[in-house]
Each structure stands twice: as structure tokens, then as C-alpha cells.
């Protein structure tokens, strides 16, 4: 093995110095680091402190069952789910009972992106990456205004934070959204059975006076399946965006120099869409899920784009309807949800798959040129590509399941993908993809 640097990394060495003023600082919840300690690091002309914050909700003392007071935290969560297992757990965040289908997402970074995407709605995310919370929270990493998850499952939360974006804890972050986490739990084992049995309902609880049973009559009753979920995430009036990628993480340097108007239909929809969007050059119009076809034809865009969002695709006819009447007159592109209404739009069906698709990681290929993209996802759900009418091709599969990952209708101008061309969080091989529907709407305009 190597040896160790002479120098240990500075985030390793604010672990260990965190570690050591846990007692001395029990009362306070955040430490600035010494410029000594901290290895203060000169950039340019940039200089850099690093703040480590202690995460609180490892500080908090227990009282156990015997009545005597623990200077660490006990287990006072369970995460009951719908086949009888019953996992103890240490809660950080909100405490409460809520239910919510698991799922596990194996995506590295980016656990805010996650907690703010919308289409999360009803759902507990069970993150497989065992360290979290060490990059704390930060205003610009926000994929919408809320957090409309169940909860967050993980295995380990981080005992400070260690990053110069870092505004907040995660654990202060999920109490003022209210919103519930729970860590010290076999998240490996809760995965393994997820893609075993496929996923489940489960409630999460830090209420002691409910029995496991109680608790597993709750998640046996809840369903998702046929439940509209969009309308609980979607704007309530029209509005118009026009932020972009950020110059400091912008990596796309050629910029549109025309200007297209998009009419987003918001299910659900993520900013870094908007965002990427806005980079390409376009200017874009929110509507809300219901808003009527018509009035979003009246305004002669350039182009449609569907969103992303919750739940199950088949719940929301009104949706499909919508799509029905835009699709064939404008250009279109349908991400996620939108991808799936698309299918169903043209007389396609979804079907529920056993666990389906979480994560930064999956691999996806173009049938057109056969290159291969590692995508960023998140559905339950999929287009059954055999029940597609003729004139709709499969344009990319999953190449984990060969499951569809993307249609093309040509004569209808219409495009759609089943993960997230926008990543955040992700890689950023599918950026490409807003590229082809600014040609898309190009060629409308010839
Ligand atoms: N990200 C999304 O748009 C999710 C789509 C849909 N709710 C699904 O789970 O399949």
C-alpha cells in the first residue's frame, strides 16, 4: 500500500478535527477552522477557507430505555415496508410518519439535485453511495422550490461538511422542509430486496406509540400506482424563464444565436432543464400541467417541451389529451414523464417496471450512430415499444434492460427521451440532446 501523504487531505484532517472538539463544542453547530488547521489554500488570487460544520444530528444525546442519558444517538426510527420487514434506524430531519414507495438511487453526488427533483413525489430515496451529507446544501444546487419527496434513507450522514458552496446541513435543510431522514441503516440489504421482489411501500416513523403492525397495515394500504401526482407538484399560473447554466459551470461555448420560443408543460419539471434550454437560446413560457392546448397554440412557439414528473403515467388522461392535440403541429420534446405521455399519446402503453431507473449511471445508446451515453435517471415506469403505431421509433435503449429509452417521430417533429438530457445531477453526456431539438425547431422554421 502507498503511505499516506505527509501531508493528510484537508477534508480527512477536518474530519478528525471535527471528531475531536465533538465534546468541546456539543453546544454550538458550526466551527471555522483555523487557517493552521484548515491548510489555507491559495488559488490565483483566490483564497479558499475551508469551513467545516458539525452535522447536529450526531450530536444529540439519547436517553435509552434503562433511563439513563447516552452521549451518542439510538436508534428511535423504523422504516416498516410492505413485505414485513421491519429496519431500525437513527432519524435526522423531520420526525413524523410518512408513507412512500422505496426506491434506491445510485448516483454518487448530487443528493440535493435529487431531494428538489419533483418526480420524487411519494417516494423514499434510498441513496446505495453510503456517505452522504458531506458537501451540506447550497442555494444554487435547488432543482425547484421544494422538496416534495417522502424522506431520505442512507446508511451513513456525514459528521461535518466540508465544501466552500456548503450553506447549510443537510440535516437543518430536511427539518425546515420537513421532510424525514434516516440514517445507521443496512441500505445494501434494503437494495438487494428492492431488486429482488421489486419496489415497495414503506412507512417511515419516529413515532414510538405505533406498532410495527400498525405501521405495516399503513404501507400494505397506500398505493401509487394509478394516482395523479402531477397535479401536486405542478405552478399554478404561467410564468416566464430566463436563467441560464451558470457562466462558471457553463461547458457549452456556442451558443445559439437564434432565439426560439419553447412552452415548457411543467409535470414536474427540474430548472436545469429550463436552464440548459435557456443556454441554447431559447426563451421559455411555464405553463401548468392543465393548462388547455389551445391557448399554447395561440402563442405560435417555436416548440413543446414535456416534462418530467411523479407518478404513474396512465393516471393523467388530461395530460395524455394534451399531448394528443399538440403533438404533429409544433415541434416537441418530452422528457421523462413527458416522454412516457408522448407514448401514450400516440396510442402507446407504459407499463410499471420492478424497480426501475435511479441514478447517474446508466448506460444508454443511440440505435441512430450507436454511441453510447451514461445517463442520468429516474422513472418507474417505460413505453412499451411493441405497442407503438408504425412511424414512432425506438432512437435509444437502456443497455442494462434494453428497457426504451427514447423515441423519434419524424413526420410529427417529435422527440422524446426517457432519462435526463439535463443531468444535475449526472454526467453530461446527453446535453447534446437540446442541440437536436433546437434543430428540430430550426427545421420547422426553414
Ligand atoms: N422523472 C420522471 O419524469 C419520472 C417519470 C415517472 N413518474 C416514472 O416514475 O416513471
Same mark, same amino acid.
Given at each position: ?12 484532517? &477536518? ?5 475531536? &472538539? ?14 493552521? =488547521?484548515?491548510?489555507?489554500?491559495? *488559488? ?29 444517538? @439510538? ?6 415496508l410492505e413485505d414485513? *420487514? ?14 412512500g414507495e422505496v426506491v434506491f438511487n445510485t448516483s454518487?453526488?448530487g443528493y440535493?439535485e435529487i431531494l428538489?427533483d419533483p418526480s420524487y413525489a411519494g417516494q423514499f430515496v434510498l441513496m446505495t453511495n ?18 416534495f419527496l417522502g424522506g431520505l434513507i ?21 427539518? $425546515? ?10 441500505t445494501?440489504?434494503i437494495t438487494r430486496r428492492l431488486r429482488e421482489d421489486g419496489s415497495l411501500i414503506g412507512?417511515? *416513523? ?8 400498525? @405501521?405495516?397495515?399503513?404501507?400494505? $394500504?397506500w398505493k401509487i400506482v394509478g394516482v395523479?401526482l402531477i ?20 461547458? $457549452? ?14 409535470f414536474g419539471?427540474k ?22 392546448? *389551445?391557448?399554447?397554440?395561440? @402563442? ?8 418530467n414528473g411523479p407518478g404513474d403515467p396512465a393516471a393523467v ?17 418530452g422528457i421523462c414523464m413527458g416522454h412516457q405521455l408522448?407514448g401514450q =399519446?400516440?396510442?402507446?402503453k407504459t407499463f410499471k417496471m420492478k424497480f426501475g431507473h435511479h441514478g447517474g449511471n446508466h448506460p444508454v ?9 451514461i445517463s442520468a435517471q429516474n422513472h418507474n415506469y417505460a413505453v412499451d415499444p ?10 435509444h435503449v437502456n443497455l442494462n434492460d434494453n428497457s426504451c429509452a427514447g423515441?423519434?417521430?419524424? $413526420?410529427?417533429?417529435?422527440?422524446s427521451l426517457q432519462y435526463h438530457?439535463?443531468s444535475?445531477p449526472g ?20
Amino acid at each position: 500500500m502507498a503511505a499516506p501523504p505527509a501531508t493528510a487531505p484537508a477534508t480527512a484532517r &477536518c474530519l478528525s478535527v471535527a471528531k475531536s &472538539c465533538w465534546a468541546a463544542e456539543r453546544s454550538s453547530s458550526s466551527f471555522v477552522l483555523s487557517a493552521p =488547521a484548515t491548510g489555507l489554500r491559495q *488559488s490565483g488570487s483566490r483564497v479558499f477557507s475551508i469551513r467545516a460544520k458539525v452535522a447536529t444530528g450526531l450530536q444529540r444525546a439519547c436517553i435509552a430505555d434503562d433511563g439513563a442519558e447516552r452521549p451518542w444517538k @439510538l436508534s428511535d426510527a423504523r422504516l416498516v415496508l410492505e413485505d414485513g *420487514s421491519v429496519w431500525t434506524a437513527k432519524s435526522f430531519g423531520a420526525s413524523g410518519t410518512q408513507v412512500g414507495e422505496v426506491v434506491f438511487n445510485t448516483s454518487l453526488t448530487g443528493y440535493q439535485e435529487i431531494l428538489t427533483d419533483p418526480s420524487y413525489a411519494g417516494q423514499f430515496v434510498l441513496m446505495t453511495n453510503p456517505h452522504i451529507g458531506n458537501t451540506g446544501v447550497n442555494p444554487d444546487d435547488e432543482e425547484s422550490n421544494q422538496c416534495f419527496l417522502g424522506g431520505l434513507i442512507i446508511r451513513n450522514l456525514s459528521i461535518c461538511t466540508s465544501n466552500w458552496r456548503c450553506k447549510e446541513t443537510l440535516e437543518k435543510y430536511l427539518i $425546515k422542509r420537513n421532510i424525514m431522514g434516516i440514517y445507521d441503516v443496512d441500505t445494501r440489504a434494503i437494495t438487494r430486496r428492492l431488486r429482488e421482489d421489486g419496489s415497495l411501500i414503506g412507512v417511515l *416513523s419516529t413515532d414510538q406509540s405505533l406498532t410495527d403492525n400498525e @405501521l405495516l397495515e399503513m404501507a400494505q $394500504k397506500w398505493k401509487i400506482v394509478g394516482v395523479d401526482l402531477i397535479s401536486g407538484v405542478t405552478c399554478d399560473a404561467p410564468y416566464e424563464w430566463s436563467d441560464k447554466t451558470d457562466s462558471e459551470w457553463e461547458f $457549452k461555448r456556442d451558443p445559439s444565436s437564434e432565439t426560439f420560443h419553447v412552452v415548457a408543460y411543467d409535470f414536474g419539471i427540474k430548472h436545469n432543464i429550463l436552464r440548459r434550454l435557456t443556454s441554447y437560446g431559447c426563451k421559455i413560457t411555464v405553463v401548468p400541467a392543465n393548462w388547455p392546448a *389551445s391557448e399554447v397554440l395561440n @402563442l405560435k412557439p417555436n416548440g413543446v417541451l414535456f416534462s418530467n414528473g411523479p407518478g404513474d403515467p396512465a393516471a393523467v388522461p388530461y395530460a395524455v389529451k394534451t399531448v394528443q392535440e399538440i403533438i404533429g403541429k409544433v415541434p416537441v420534446f418530452g422528457i421523462c414523464m413527458g416522454h412516457q405521455l408522448i407514448g401514450q =399519446a400516440l396510442g402507446g402503453k407504459t407499463f410499471k417496471m420492478k424497480f426501475g431507473h435511479h441514478g447517474g449511471n446508466h448506460p444508454v445508446c443511440d440505435l441512430r450512430s450507436g454511441r453510447v451515453d451514461i445517463s442520468a435517471q429516474n422513472h418507474n415506469y417505460a413505453v412499451d415499444p411493441e405497442s407503438l403505431p408504425e412511424g414512432a421509433k425506438v432512437t435509444h435503449v437502456n443497455l442494462n434492460d434494453n428497457s426504451c429509452a427514447g423515441l423519434q417521430y419524424s $413526420k410529427m417533429k417529435l422527440m422524446s427521451l426517457q432519462y435526463h438530457p439535463e443531468s444535475s445531477p449526472g454526467p453530461h453526456d446527453s446535453d447534446t440532446a437540446f442541440g437536436e431539438f433546437i434543430e428540430l425547431m430550426k427545421s420547422n422554421r426553414l
